[in-house]
């Protein structure tokens, strides 16, 4: 277990580090927020980890004014970020634990790949500029002032021709429904919209290179242990007689 999952705080404890309220905490818990252990006598117990969460959720909430729903987004995206790279790192010290002693050069796990590795790719069907602004307007619900409130406050960024005419992609439009589906659903503000789809766009960029990683990675280990790669045995010439 990592230490900083290790449940070691009580309630009150708890409570004073992050400066709340304790049935602030157990309002968190009932919200499914955070999920403190339980020790025999079914006293709560934070972790490290927990702390964290909290200290973030009161930054989410008396920062920035996102609501609870929000919140709740914004707390599932960061757990699936840590997920994200803790089973990346599992999987790549097991692809490692394969290669035994043939890749000198992955002696310790490594992190995801730095961005800007693997530009160039070939541009996605979704990331293609194709809709103006009012077509973009239409598919989504929204006035074509509410997009372009959207592009200032940084939510969305639509390429533009030479002509400087704004151009959505099919990615832009999911991004407006998830943006109308917080705010109008959810009642969440724009600086926790803000939030959760910086989130969403670094779970993708993570995940993409994770798999490019771990593909990598697999890779090595077939060449190292493909017999190709074994030392070519010396022919033995015939005795003459």
Same mark, same amino acid.
């Given at each position: $277990? ?17 400066? $709340? ?14 999920? +403190? =252990? ?7 117990? /934070?972790?490290?980890? #927990?702390? *964290? ?14 609501? @609870? ?5 914004? $707390? ?16 790549? &010290? ?14 310790? +796990?490594?992190?995801? !790949? ?9 541009? %996605? #069907?979704?990331?293609?500029?194709? /809709? ?6 239409? @598919?989504?619900? $929204? ?9 200032? &406050? ?9 002509? =400087?005419?704004?151009? /959505? ?5 999911? =991004? ?12 969440? %503000? ?13 779970? #993708?960029?993570?995940? %993409?290179?994770? *798999?490019? *990683? ?12 493909? !017999?190709? %790669?074994?030392? +070519?045995?010396?022919?033995? =010439?015939?005795?003459?007689?």
């Amino acid at each position: $277990m990592d230490s900083k999952d290790r449940p070691v705080y009580i309630i009150s404890v708890a409570a004073e580090l992050v400066d $709340m309220h304790p049935q602030t905490l157990r309002l968190y818990e009932r919200k499914g927020l955070i999920q +403190p =252990k339980r020790s025999g006598g079914k006293t709560r117990l /934070y972790s490290e980890r #927990d702390v *964290e969460k909290l200290r973030e959720i009161r930054r989410l909430t008396q920062e920035l004014g996102v609501n @609870l729903a929000g919140v709740e987004e914004i $707390m599932k995206l960061r757990d699936e970020l840590w997920t994200l790279e803790r089973r990346f790192r599992e999987e790549a &010290e097991r692809l490692k634990t394969e290669l035994g002693e043939k890749l000198e050069a992955l002696k310790t +796990p490594p992190a995801l !790949p730095a961005p800007g590795e693997g530009k160039g790719q070939k541009v %996605n #069907d979704k990331e293609r500029p194709v /809709y103006i602004i009012s077509v973009a307007a239409e @598919l989504v619900g $929204m006035h074509p002032q509410t997009l372009r409130l959207y592009e200032r &406050e940084g939510l969305v960024s639509p390429r533009r021709t030479s002509g =400087k005419t704004r151009l /959505y992609s099919e990615r832009d439009v999911e =991004k407006l429904r998830e943006i109308r589906r917080l705010t109008q659903e959810l009642g969440v %503000n724009l600086a926790g919209v803000e939030e959760i789809i910086r989130l969403r766009d670094e779970l #993708d960029i993570q995940q %993409n290179r994770l *798999e490019s *990683e771990i593909a990598r990675l697999r890779l090595a280990l077939l060449r190292e242990l493909t !017999p190709e %790669n074994a030392e +070519p045995q010396k022919k033995v =010439k015939p005795s003459a007689g």
